[in-house]
């Protein structure tokens, strides 16, 4: 069932789902700092960089910022669909957000690879 609904026949089921499960994996991501901070609380800058310096941690965390990424990326699309009805304003506009999105996660990978 759930194969036949990924299909073409139903062509943004596909992008459904991958903002549902982007939410999925943020929730989670977000349920485990709070978890950490609950258990370590960190006071100081140098507890903080403990925390955040494990590979994993920085895996994760960049995990996180991809799938909020793409969950901006289909939320914003979908509204420029709703809300932007000149064509070559909406593809401008989904260009530039594009581009603000692509520079945020380079961004976040050289923060997390600086540490």
């Known amino acids: 069932m759930l194969i036949e609904l990924l ?15 982007s939410a999925v994996v ?10 950490i901070l609950v258990i370590r609380q960190p006071a100081n800058y140098e507890e903080w960089l403990g925390l955040m310096s494990p590979w994993w941690w ?7 910022f991809v799938s909020l990424f793409v969950h901006a990326w289909l939320g914003v ?3 420029f669909k709703d809300y932007v009805f000149n064509l070559r ?8 957000v594009d581009m603000l999105l692509i520079g ?12």
């Open 58 to 64: 920085r895996v994760l965390t960049l995990v996180f």
């Open 104 to 115: 945020y996660l380079c961004w976040v990978i050289i923060i997390l690879w600086k540490l």
């Open 26 to 35: 943020m929730v989670v991501y977000l349920f485990l700092v709070l978890l």
């Open 77 to 79: 699309r979908d509204v």
């Open 89 to 96: 304003l909406r593809a401008f506009l989904q260009i530039v």
């Open 7 to 21: 299909t073409k026949k139903y062509p943004g089921m596909r992008l459904w789902l991958t903002q549902r499960l």
